[in-house]
């Protein structure tokens, strides 16, 4: 292990497997960090009180991971004491109760490390290229951030 | 000629993921919103609810001028939903 200066890293990852929450929290710990702050977005079993049998992800691969890319960096000019983030989303088919997507951040102390953590998650549901399809019994629905800009907000 | 991407519900409603179409080189977005929905009729009823993305970056439906290049990426993107 390398005593560098423990250089600031982006880890962004894209995946249709199962995702880790000790993985994700693994790749930001750091000896200069006295902070770890983490969210989990997991898939609910229900909406409208129709039974959500499962969920579909898609992205435009690419363009989601420049978004995240992006993202990354403004955290970094918001909280410059950050050190890692990591952003993990799942694509394909998420089981319910499962994690869809998992964000990780470290810094020297707490304050940092929590409020970058909301940016990246209210950031992420407002402008990264990725969708979800929620399958129910008889029927599916493509979703709707509130935070997505071109969605029609009266339904 | 330009890559057209299709995702979530414009991919359903095209019946595709990804084509080449040929295009006007300068084209405002709204007008090249309409040479696709030429090609796929059944996109009209989303209109008001997609953004483009041209290479990779969004681009409301209006009278914002593009300038393409042979190979350029254009997707269409409904609302998004991660997280």
Redesign the interface.
């Known amino acids: 292990m390398e005593e560098s200066e423990d250089v600031p890293k982006d880890f962004i990852k894209l995946k249709s497997e199962k995702l880790s929450v000790d993985e994700v929290s693994e790749l930001v710990v750091s000896p200069y960090c006295g902070a770890v702050s983490l969210f989990i977005g997991t898939t609910r079993n229900s909406f409208e009180g129709r039974k959500v049998i499962h969920l579909e992800y898609e992205a435009y691969t690419s363009m989601a991971e420049t978004e995240i890319k992006k993202i990354c960096r403004d955290v970094r000019e918001k909280w410059s004491s950050v050190k890692h983030i990591a952003v993990h989303h799942r694509l394909g088919v998420v089981p319910i109760t499962e994690a869809s997507v998992i964000i990780a951040v470290s810094s020297p102390h707490r304050a940092e490390s929590l409020e970058a953590v909301m940016y990246c998650i209210n950031t992420l549901k407002a402008s990264v290229p990725i969708w979800k399809k929620e399958i129910y019994e008889d029927e599916y629905s493509w979703k709707e951030n509130k935070e997505c800009f071109w969605a029609n907000s009266e339904k | 000629q330009v890559s057209v ?1 299709y ?3 414009s991919a359903e409603l095209a019946g595709l993921r990804c084509e080449t179409l040929s295009v006007p080189q300068e084209v405002t977005s709204l007008q090249l919103w309409e040479e696709i929905v030429k090609v796929h009729p059944r996109l009209a009823v989303i209109r ?4 483009f ?1 041209v290479r ?1 970056e969004y681009v ?1 439906l209006g009278d914002q001028l593009l300038v393409l290049q042979p190979g350029d990426e254009v ?1 269409i ?7």
């Not at chain 2, 008001?48 to 953004?51: G, H, I, K, W, Y």
């Open positions: 991407l995702f979530a519900r008001d609810q997609v953004v993305a990779q409301l997707a993107i409904p609302p998004i939903s991660g997280g």
